[in-house]
């Protein structure tokens, strides 16, 4: 069909496992990590940067880290939230070491969300983000940045399309490599997510790359991420089984899935890279370390 193809940036390491009640084990998360890599993930966001009483899951992040296989053609990301999560990333690389090659910050496009997630007002975290992409550039850390409950708050409600895109124009001010928007209570609509690239890209023009992060709360994800890629996005954010959730945020479940987004893309003529019989079996494999059936409509039906 001649469609351009996809990026995926596969979450599951972070964003699939912070949720979880019970602590996955190092050796566990990189064995996960192998079988990410064996079915063609390569950019995968593997760890948070935050305090492990916030966090626990994210506890052995540096851990985690310094076990990664040292592949030239993977791009190893980690979560920061503010300049001392940058300082930690950077840490990684001590003594020679590969560490993450990309930090990539958060800014909450609500002032409630944003209080309880990380402490900071809207207008903070905007000052703070743009602090910390400048710390990243000077210190030669690549950075990107989410916009995030960019499709509604837990808390507020609904978040206006003006708001995410006021952040996005003071964000995009640092260049920094992406910017992403995350529905992170899964509360978007098709409709929704392809106004809202849409305006996103002519705000942005072609210098900074836009990235869509979905959860899949009220079954809308997949719709969400095919109208986003009819808006010009071509970088997404997915995570094995569809794992996933927002300590932060009540009731917000999992990310999209691996193998539904990639599904849904090669089935309509867009290649994504990924190997879907591959990340089936990794999504069984790690079911049997959770001791359930993971979310993944299309794993469940194969």
């Known amino acids: 069909m001649g469609f351009e ?5 596969e979450v599951g ?32 966001e593997v760890a948070s940067f935050v305090h492990p009483a916030r966090v626990p899951q994210m506890a052995d992040a540096e851990a985690v880290i310094a076990g990664l296989p040292d592949r030239a053609d993977c791009t190893y990301i980690g979560l920061v939230l503010n300049k001392r999560g940058v300082m930690r990333a950077l840490a990684t690389r001590d003594g020679g070491a590969r560490g993450v090659d990309q930090v990539g910050c958060v800014v909450v496009a609500s002032d409630t969300f944003g209080q309880k997630n990380q ?3 809207i207008a903070e975290g905007i000052a ?29 409600g609904e978040v206006k ?9 003071e964000i995009a001010a640092e260049a920094p490599e992406e910017i992403a928007l995350a529905d992170t209570i899964g509360v978007g609509t098709p409709f929704e997510a392809g106004e809202l690239f849409g305006r996103l890209g002519a705000l942005l023009g072609p210098a900074i790359p836009m990235r869509a992060h979905f959860h899949n709360t009220r079954g809308t994800g997949i719709a969400n991420a095919w109208a986003a890629y009819q808006a010009g996005v071509r970088v997404f954010d997915a995570s094995l089984g569809g794992l996933g959730g927002c300590p932060f945020a009540p009731r917000a479940t999992g990310n999209i899935a691996t193998e539904d987004l990639v599904y849904m893309m090669v089935r309509s003529g867009v290649a994504t890279g990924i190997d ?16 359930r059936e993971l979310p993944s409509a299309v794993a469940r039906a194969a």
């Open 119 to 121: 402490g900071q007002t």
């Open 161 to 169: 399309h003006e708001t995410v895109l006021s952040i996005a124009a």
């Open 276 to 291: 879907l019989d591959a990340a089936i079996a990794a999504n069984k494999w790690f079911a049997g370390h959770l001791g």
């Open 5 to 9: 193809s996809i990026e995926l940036v």
């Open 128 to 156: 703070e983000t743009r602090a910390m992409l400048r710390f990243a550039k000077a210190e030669g850390m690549r950075a990107q940045v989410t916009i995030s409950a960019a499709f509604g708050c837990p808390f507020e």
């Open 13 to 44: 390491p972070r964003d699939g496992l912070q949720n979880e009640p019970d602590i996955i084990a190092t050796d566990v998360k990189l064995a996960m990590i192998d079988r990410m890599i064996g079915y063609g993930a390569r950019r995968l």
